[in-house]
């Protein structure tokens, strides 16, 4: 399976922390120590090397011995603070705290450590300090689909199929056997990917939409070689298929929303196509991510799209001329 992008950012940054204690390290060693191949770590280092603070210029970036580098052995001379602690400004530390809120409301419906939410919470809440009062007043309001969390959670952990009454987006309700294999947050929908017994495939079921749910005493039986990431998602035909062409840095969209397929372009971009319930999600999400998206298909939700950029100009704008 191909390294996901969190994968690659945990080991870059987990690589600036161990050359910090141990330089003078030969890539042999580091590959060895990584669990990944010497071409890797040289990949990485490359990697590291452009990486640094806004500005950008050579005594802003990362910074290896070149004469050590030549010889397959690797110092970090400038780690631009990158092996510091992490330490957080107040308003960062209550950003956190907010983010916290729909944990704490899912947590009630089980499957959620409550330990280490509180555990975070007091870190979080010292680190703010007296701006940490203003996430007292917010309060979050958890979806319908939270019923079935539970559920699909405690049947994952125990190994046993699920039972659900579900109804479709074309409103039609059916009752299910599936294998539940993961949950998936798309930024606007809980998914439980799941093998469906009643298709004899896999699919993803919006938690929303599902009536009821019990846990079969029936041990999951999905073979693994049927397990794969790249099945659609049971959304109505009727649904908007969006295409996306994304530069690389946005690649993390394909790991975090379920799509229908995807496709490495020759310049490095990445290609995309998901069906969408709700347009106005996506459109946030294309908004939020800038230039790094491409090119946006069909025509007529490019169009959308560039209108609600062109709204939001002009409310800026309007903004601007008031004050």
Known sequence: MAETTAERLTRLLALIAYLGENPGVPVADVAAHFAVTPEQVIADVNLLWVTGTPGYLPDDLIDFAADEYDRQVLTLTDPRGMDRPLRLSAHEALALLVALKPLE???????????????????????????????????????????????????MDEGCRLHLRYVSAADVVTERDVDPLELVWDGSQWYLRAWCHRVEGLRHFRLDRVLAAEVLTTPAAHPPERTGRTTEPELAEDDLLAELVLAPRARWLAERVPVVDHEDLPDGDLRVRLRVADPAWLTNVVLGLGPDVRAVAPPELAATIAARAADALAAYEDLSSSS
């Open 105 to 155: 409301a899912l947590s009630q419906e089980g499957g959620i450590d409550d330990e280490v939410l509180r555990s975070t919470e007091a870190k979080l809440t010292a680190a703010a300090g007296e701006a940490a009062r203003a996430a007292e007043a917010v309060h979050v309001h958890v979806s319908d689909a939270s019923a079935a969390l539970a559920p699909a959670r405690r049947a």
